[in-house]
């Protein structure tokens, strides 16, 4: 379907020319998929033609034919075979692939693809393998664990897929050699301390010297561990539980 693919630009991490995006190079040609994350065509029956690879994500996406004859690229959970039928609506079933506002789905159900605005499209759990649950209800908000464990209302008209993003076997694949992430358009990185002073925060010192710092720093200066978050957030109401501790100890 050529008006659901164009050829995607590459800016090779460049903006007006300088690098703004550091270790990003010449990649093979890509094509982009127009995904279809709000779901609007409700209330019509789709049609899985086809399960197919997107070199843009490491999910596969799915392409539907509708009843209408329209066709649209959306995201392929778990389970979600060619020929089954899939449908967005408040009155849709609770089957896998289906999308449905939160306050229509069942406490305990794995969702995908959910919204953060009423009509904005799908903003998270939309990775390979990756899934929120919904934890209750309350007032006009739903309470999803994110795939962080982070708990996160949400407002009860957002819509959301049901199910597991697929190819959860993404995370064991093994690149196998430098060339391939060089086609991916990923150029070598160098460790911080291992450039000199004037190129990164870690860089410098006698001989082979440990970070000479208070703390682990970005090579623009910023603190890289930690509390990072935004002290005072525009959605910090909308959390009502934290995600666990990072790997550094730092608090989340």
Not at 65 to 87: F, H, M, Q, S, T
Not at 138 to 157: A, C, G
Not at 202 to 228: D, I, Q
């Amino acid at each position: 379907m050529k008006r659901l693919k164009k050829i995607l630009p590459k800016k090779s991490g460049r903006a007006n020319g300088r690098v703004s995006v550091r270790h990003q190079g010449g990649r093979h040609k890509r094509f982009m998929r127009v995904i279809d994350f709000k779901r609007d065509k409700r209330d019509i029956w789709g049609k899985v033609e086809a399960i197919e690879y997107d070199p843009n994500r490491n999910a596969n996406v799915a392409m539907l034919l509708y009843e209408d004859g329209g066709r649209r690229y959306v995201l392929a959970p778990e389970g979600l075979k060619v020929g089954a039928k899939v449908i967005a609506g408040e009155a849709a079933p609770l089957t896998v692939g289906n999308a449905l506002p939160l306050k229509f789905i069942p406490i305990g159900t794995a969702v995908h693809n959910i919204e953060i605005r009423p009509g904005k499209g799908g903003q998270v759990a939309r990775g390979a393998g990756s899934s929120a649950v919904v934890q209750g209800k309350e007032e006009s908000y739903v309470l999803i664990k994110m795939p962080s464990t982070e708990i996160r209302r949400f407002v009860e008209d957002c819509y959301a897929t049901i199910g597991q993003m697929g190819n959860m076997e993404h995370r064991s694949r093994v690149i196998g050699k430098a060339g391939t992430k060089r086609r991916m358009g990923i150029r070598p990185s160098v460790r911080g301390k291992a450039q000199h002073p004037g190129a990164h925060p870690h860089g410098g010192g006698e001989g082979r010297s440990p970070v000479g710092l208070k703390y682990p720093k970005t090579y623009v200066g910023k603190p890289a561990v930690g509390r990072t978050r935004k002290k005072r957030k525009y959605s910090d109401k909308m959390i009502v539980k934290r995600r666990k501790p990072g790997a550094h100890g730092g608090k989340a």
